[in-house]
């Protein structure tokens, strides 16, 4: 918890979750943070009763993750590495209009080597599995298969089933399949 509030405290961005507070004495820790009444994008894409939503709300979920991506990996002294981006660390309030980023207790500094496998299988970055230095291009691995997740709603590699198929999946350099009638534009930046 400790480096959440380390990390968040670099942090003041219209599309990250503001800490309001924390307590830290004693064997309880606390940490105060904004209230987001939309619940996760996780809970809207795969929760009943399963709301709909436009192209233009995808849209704009995507680009609200990605400016705060962006904004994460050019803060000054050094870029913030997320390393957990998926939609249940996706929160939604104002109507399910405004997205933010939270749970930053897997940030970490650049060019970090990943020991412990934090994070979750299905949005990992294959180096990330393979113990190798990584930057933040992790975070825009993990981006593009939240992009597909939200234009599919459908959950990154739910057909393989066991955590290690996952693992083996994106170390082997598996990509869900592509959307049938995607606008080019969208095909091309999950492709990267």
Known sequence: M???????????????????????????????????????????????PYPPYTLAHA???????????????????????????????????DGCRLLKVCDFGTACQQHTVMTDNTGSAAWMAPEVFEAKSYSEKCDVYSWGIILWEV??????????????????AVHTNRRPPLIVGCPKLLETLMKR
Not at 15 to 37: C, F, Q, R, W
Request: charged letters at 15%; proline letters at 7%.
């Open 2 to 48: 400790h480096n959440e509030i380390h990390q968040l405290s670099r942090t003041c961005h219209e599309n990250i979750i503001k800490v309001l507070g924390a307590y830290t004495e004693g064997p309880s820790h606390l940490l105060v943070m904004e209230y987001a009444d939309g619940g996760s994008l996780f809970q809207l894409l795969h929760n009943p």
């Open 151 to 168: 234009l599919t709603r459908r959950i990154p590699f739910m057909e393989l089933g066991q955590a290690c198929r996952i693992m083996w």
């Open 59 to 93: 849209l704009s979920w995507l680009l609200q993750c990605a400016r705060a991506v962006a904004y994460l990996h050019a803060i000054e002294p050094g870029p913030i590495i997320h390393r957990d981006l998926k939609p249940p660390n996706l929160l939604l309030s």
